[in-house]
């Protein structure tokens, strides 16, 4: 079974997902070791990995390093045309679909293409939305583009349905890294109303009510980052609150 065959499969039967994201520059192999121990006792289904920068050129090293110790899929997530590895097993191949730069849209994909072909890496075409979380992120910084304004469910739906009128496979609404507002469950029930694409969702979500709270808005995976960075044992309670909510939706269904 293919990565997305088991994202749609999952999306299919209401069964939630976890993802953990790991910044190659950010992280230390000590605390790589305490964060994969957690993952695998806590049953987190996607290591999601990348950043907006990578300065120490540790990608090939960290997505090692995760395959050697765990059976946890290994997805990237990246932030530049440099950070592709075919030490992981599949990539989220970006399509910056809230944003008007056409590098981000289409240009980086075509200088890229063949590259990933080569690595042999799933591939999982992703309209990326950058949704406002309250502060300047490095995202929008470094692709020059707005974000979508938290309150503004109708721009996001509309963006959502052209993502998935293009074709693509995958939404991943994001209020960046360390937001300071998490997207709003509104704004995510909205979405899930108006297509039917697995949906991620990440971006300043540091606490298992507020992780259950965006699965029970609709979405299918639940993306954390930094909390887990400062917090590692963080893991077990935010994947409880995430897959119980699996089990609520099969048991009232
Ligand atoms: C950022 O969605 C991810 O792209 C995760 O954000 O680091 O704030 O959890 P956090």
New binding site residues.
């Given amino acids: 079974m293919t990565l997305y065959q088991d994202i749609t499969s999952d999306k299919s039967k209401g069964i939630k997902k976890l993802a953990v ?1 790991i ?1 190659p520059d950010k992280v230390k192999l000590t605390s790589l070791d305490k964060t994969i121990h957690h993952a695998k006792n806590a049953n987190v289904d996607l290591f ?1 990995i990348g950043g907006s920068m990578i300065l120490n050129h540790r990608l090939d090293e960290v997505v090692t390093a995760i395959k050697e110790r765990c059976n946890i899929p290994v997805l990237l ?1 990246p932030g530049s045309t440099f950070q592709i590895t075919d030490a992981a097993d599949g990539l989220l191949f970006l399509s910056l679909i809230s944003g008007r730069n056409p590098e981000l849209l289409i240009g980086k994909h075509v200088i890229t293409a063949p590259y990933i072909r080569e690595a042999g890496l799933e591939v999982l075409s992703t309209g990326y939305m950058l949704i406002d979380g309250g502060r300047a992120t490095s ?1 929008s910084y470094i692709s020059n583009t707005l974000p979508i304004p938290h309150d503004k469910d109708d721009i996001a739906v509309s963006t959502a349905m052209a993502g998935e009128m293009l074709g693509l496979k995958m939404l ?1 609404l ?6 300071m507002r998490s997207i709003s469950s509104s704004m995510i029930s909205a979405v899930r109303k108006a297509v039917d694409l697995p949906m991620i ?6 606490n298992p009510e507020v992780a259950n709270a965006k699965v029970k808005a609709g979405a299918d995976i639940v ?7 400062s917090d590692p044992e963080l893991i077990i309670d935010m994947s409880v609150a995430i897959h119980q909510e699996s089990a609520n939706i099969s048991s009232s269904s």
């Fill in positions: 994201l910044d999601f997530f995202v991943y994001d209020a960046g890294s360390g937001a969702v990440g971006g300043g979500i540091r993306v954390v980052g930094n909390a887990f960075e």
